[in-house]
């Protein structure tokens, strides 16, 4: 009973959670929901969905809240201990959802319900259900449905393996720099590189693969050698062309294992490719239509990336005398013609944006727009970095009614060893009417990001792009915070089709870019003076520079992806695939040693196998629908409240509720265009 993963009342008690509880509680839990899955799949149990959810969601429910936190904690707190308590139960969680996703009993109780006695919400569930019971297998008999559970758990564990060994890679490497190295490196990076170092009980400056250090070194260290030492090991980490102490991380085995075994579910389950299969929950049609898409968008973009990489040459040998940049000096060069080019860097520009002001600037932006009051909470943290808010809607009458709890999230945004790298938004739970009280649960989510700590008592600075990230995944957390859907399965993020859930993360990234919304959370370190509109001008002015080679890059990324999955031999090394892409799409060719490959986690460990063209064909949706802002914009600047609270209501609010595209013509009144996105991304021929 004092095992705080059984702990249900409110948040999580992630002070008080240690990998001893782990196995413990998750053993309750699956007895429970096993008991759970036996009583609705008896043969008197009515097929009703209000009874079936009474008792087995809300098993599961519990279930999956409880190892929400374990998996949680391993990824922002990871430990030796923790990393094995999740690792041994890793396994049985995977077999009972494989167990639970494809049981025939259970699937013949959803095929007896009928959908006219089911309200809008429930009947999008139960779709969405009786399509996930087809694609967990529950057609599958003998030894064959044997296999299917068996690849689910060794995919379980391989993509485990595969995250771990990119966290561990990156945390092993330190090089310890002589100040002379760091010349041209900004004076907060050095300090905190100074600090790391002295933490460790070491001379000089500790540098890292963390991207808080990692980034700033390759784009203002002079020192092409230095840039060259931290490139190498950056793009070689997980594999054979690491250092010799570092390839015990090699990931070469289990990227072939992986693919291997998403074929073999695939064909299990009737399909050529495991493309063919992930496609099938999600908007885009087929493959085909994928690639076809990255292609057309590739041509597009083709001749900006080259005008972007003629300018990027010339100035390399005209201002640098570099006439033959090699990988490790782009990021160098690229600074430098942005720095000549527009009068700014980023350097400059971070110090506008302490943490804080960037936060409240955030706040600010969406109270106005959504109508909601965000304001500090309390709960228990895993880190004393971590805060905890909540957001609320104010009474509507006159009286002294208390607002309305909307949701609550966790902002965890520092870097730290142990914490993977990148930054995401996930559940903590859904909103939902509980079938069990029936009392209305709000929802809760996680915001995580990996920003520079701050140094010497100042709070932690971001770069324009680190403001983009948090504005990213806060919009993200907004369609999960603001749904009004009270069904679980279909409610915030749940039940969104895969390539559409970036749609509202990717929207908020324009607020960016808009004057009227950047000067209210602006304030420099030492003056706190706010950023100068001249400032700005020049930011805005190269918003888009190089644009056409990153749209490239992420074409290269997505492309990569769904030819993997659709058109390659699990059993051949894939190193051939990418150049192939790489000589069709990219105008700048990496070293033969590098391996980037070998952590691109969101496709081996994230969920987006198949899947991560997902952020250019939403940002086709999420372009469009903030043109419908830029179009209803005040003569203030200020977006129109009416357009926000229509795609609030329209967008934010239905969750999965409904098909993305029914979601986005509701909102905008017709089908998405591209337009917009190449507007945005500069890639228009002048007239």
């Not at 190295?181 to 300090?191: A, C, N, R, S, T």
């Not at 963390?210 to 190498?232: D, G, H, N, T, V």
């Not at 929950?281 to 597009?300: C, G, H, N, W, Y």
């Not at 003569?635 to 979601?663: F, K, W």
Request: hydrophobic share 40%; with cysteine.
């Amino acid at each position: 009973m004092n095992n705080p993963l059984l702990s249900f009342d409110d948040t999580p008690l992630f002070d008080q959670i240690h990998p001893e509880h782990v196995a413990p509680a998750l053993e309750q839990l699956l007895n429970q929901a096993n008991q759970a899955l036996e009583t609705v799949t008896a043969p008197a149990f009515e097929a009703r969905w209000e009874a079936m959810a009474s008792v087995l969601d809300v098993a599961t429910e519990q279930l999956s809240r409880a190892w929400g936190s374990v998996s949680h904690l391993n990824s922002v707190m990871d430990t030796p201990e923790l990393r094995a308590a999740f690792n041994a139960a890793l396994p049985k969680i995977t077999e009972f959802y494989t167990r639970l996703g494809a049981d025939e009993r259970l699937f013949a109780k959803y095929k007896a319900i009928d959908p006219e006695t089911l309200s809008p919400e429930q009947r999008q569930a139960h779709k969405n259900a009786l399509r996930n019971f087809v694609l967990g297998g529950a057609d599958l008999q003998g030894v064959a449905r044997e296999r299917f559970a068996a690849i689910q758990e060794l995919q379980a564990a391989a993509s485990q393996k595969f995250s771990e060994n990119a966290l561990d890679a990156t945390d092993a490497f330190a090089y310890y720099a002589t100040l002379d190295e760091l010349d041209g490196v900004p004076h907060d990076i050095q300090q905190t590189a100074q600090a790391a170092a002295q933490s460790d009980g070491k001379e000089g400056y500790k540098l890292t693969l963390k991207m808080p250090c990692y980034l700033p070194i390759m784009q203002f260290a002079k020192s092409s050698a230095l840039r060259e030492k931290l490139y190498r090991a950056y793009v070689t980490r997980c594999s054979n062309q690491a250092d010799a102490s570092s390839q015990k991380f090699d990931n070469s085995a289990l990227i072939n294992e992986l693919l291997a075994l998403r074929l073999e579910e695939a064909q299990l389950l009737g399909h050529a490719s495991f493309a063919a299969l992930s496609v099938m929950p999600k908007m885009a049609e087929s493959p085909e239509q994928v690639i076809t898409f990255l292609r057309d968008l590739a041509s597009r973009a083709r001749p900006f990336a080259e005008k972007d990489l003629a300018d990027l040459r010339s100035f390399a040998a005209e201002q640098l005398a570099l006439t033959d940049p090699q990988a490790w000096d782009w990021p160098y060069v690229s600074e430098k013609l942005k720095e000549a080019r527009y009068a700014f860097n980023e350097q400059e520009v971070k110090q506008y944006f302490p943490l804080p002001k960037v936060l409240a600037g955030l706040f600010k932006i969406v109270e106005a727009l959504f109508e909601v009051q965000i304001r500090e909470d309390h709960a228990p943290v895993w880190h004393e970095d971590v805060r905890f808010y909540r957001i609320e809607r104010a009474s509507t009458s006159a009286s002294d009614t208390p607002a309305t709890l909307v949701g609550q999230f966790y902002l965890d945004p520092t870097a730290r060893n142990g914490k993977r790298g990148g930054a995401w938004m996930d559940d903590v739970r859904a909103r939902w009417l509980r079938p069990d009280t029936h009392t209305l649960q709000t929802p809760v989510a996680h915001l995580v990001c990996n920003f520079a700590s701050g140094v010497a008592g100042r709070p932690a600075l971001l770069t324009h792009d680190d403001v983009t990230t948090l504005f990213h995944e806060f919009g993200h957390g907004l369609q999960h915070l603001l749904t009004q859907v009270n069904e679980r399965d279909v409610s915030g993020i749940s039940g969104v089709e895969w390539d559409a859930v970036e749609l509202p993360s990717q929207f908020m990234e324009n607020f960016c870019w808009e004057w009227d919304v950047l000067k209210n959370m602006t304030s420099h370190v030492d003056t706190d003076l706010p950023l100068p509109r001249a400032l700005f001008d020049k930011m805005l002015a190269g918003k888009n520079f190089q644009g056409g080679m990153q749209t490239l890059r992420q074409i290269e990324f997505s492309l990569f992806d769904m030819l993997l999955h659709s058109a390659n031999n699990p059993q051949h090394d894939i190193m051939p695939l990418l150049q192939q892409v790489r000589n069709e799409v990219a105008v700048l060719q990496p070293p033969s040693w590098s391996r980037t490959a070998h952590t691109f986690s969101h496709i081996f460990a994230g969920g987006y196998a198949a899947g991560y063209y997902s952020y250019k064909w939403a940002e086709v949706l999420s372009s469009d629908a903030y043109a419908a802002f830029e179009e209803t914009a005040g003569t203030d600047g200020l977006p129109s409240l009416e357009t926000g609270r229509r795609y609030r209501q329209e967008i934010l609010e239905v969750g999965g509720s409904r098909p993305a595209i029914e979601s986005f013509k509701a909102f905008r009144g017709r089908e998405p265009k591209l337009d917009a996105l190449l507007r945005h991304q500069g890639m228009v021929q002048p007239s």
